[in-house]
């Protein structure tokens, strides 16, 4: 995108990521602004975390301690609220539904970018820019979504709900880097930065989660079957559960979750981790989303995962079908989770993804 204005919105969080892409941009010659989002934390006193990981006091501190140094304006916008109904709402209700959200994913959708456009439209600012690993690259006439250099980094996975418009305006500074790199960068400019520790969940600890789901959700106790049918024990609700998990079952032995059963409120194991029951080739989405804004109309080669961690797998995307997209996976994937998001591929370039139905077979 061309444009003599050189404005762009940087989204601060005060770590090593986005301090180093805001000191890149200034380098570069854009005029950045830096703004750091406040979201919420979940106000319990049995959460360990008294502050959102994302936006910590001290991370704001930091964020705004580098902007005066580089002279750049620096501003802090309250989200809570919306942090509240956007993000922890969504969690709860699709766990009370027997499916695993990833909060990230749509904090990044509904959230992170629409604020960081909202405000570059109001500081009259042509681009916004994150410390995300990824890359773009304008290719007959489309933005496509491309794999970072740094592939133990790359975070296309959290981005597949990007629109054009939104590509188009978006700078990705770290996306040629490895992390060793940016920290490197870091040193060098005696850039301060939070060194906290990452977790699953920025909102609730790791350890508080177990309270989070009985104080927010209840206990909804229920069967737990193997898969000849034989019940073996009771959970406490579904909610508690997801697909593979093993830890938390209190069976007396090893098993692992294959299934959450919602209409009979039954969770299905089984005692081998290898099982069939655990592995599905064939994938249903719904919410999809194609970076380039056009679905394809006939079967397509790709590859794909399912959760972030995994291994990009060969697959077949098949056209939209009943509103639902279709993955075949050529070798059965583990622990296939609806909530979860399946995002693919073609070589280095993320088409797009959408999220696990429950419609599988």
Known sequence: ???????????????????????LLKKQGYQPIGVSLKFSVWPSKKNLCRENLCCTKESFYLA??????????????????????IVINYFIKELKNARTPNPCIVCNQKLRFPKLFELAKKFNASFISTGHYARKVLKSGKWNLKSAFDKSKDQTYFLYTLKQNQLSRI??????????????????????????????????ANQSLIDFLRLEIGEKPG????????????????????????????????????????????????????DPALFKKEVYLKNYNFISGKAPQKPI????KCRYRQNLAKATLYPIKNKLLKIIFEKPQKAVTPGQSCVFYQNDICLGGGIISEKLS
């Not at 500074?173 to 920290?183: F, S, Y």
């Not at 490197?184 to 906290?196: G, L, T, V």
């Not at 919602?262 to 194991?269: D, G, Y």
């Not at 080669?301 to 794909?304: E, G, Q, R």
């Open 64 to 85: 705004k301690k580098l902007c005066q140094r580089l002279n750049v304006p620096y501003y802090l916008f309250d989200c809570q609220k919306e942090f509240d109904e």
């Open 223 to 274: 069967p737990i079957y193997d898969l000849k049918g034989k019940k073996l024990g009771t959970h406490q609700g579904l909610h508690f559960y997801t697909i593979g998990q093993r830890k938390g079952l209190n069976l007396g032995k090893r098993y692992w979750v294959c299934a959450l059963d919602k209409k009979r409120n039954a969770l299905i194991v089984t005692d081998n981790e290898n």
């Open 171 to 204: 700078i990705f500074p770290l996306g040629d880097l490895t992390k060793e790199k940016v920290k490197e960068i870091a040193k060098k400019e005696k850039i301060e930065y939070s060194k906290r520790e990452s977790q699953d969940f920025c909102f609730v």
């Open 301 to 304: 080669k790709v590859l794909a």
């Open 1 to 23: 995108m061309e444009t003599k204005n050189k404005k762009v919105i940087v989204g601060l969080s005060g770590g090593v990521d986005s301090s180093v892409a805001l000191f």
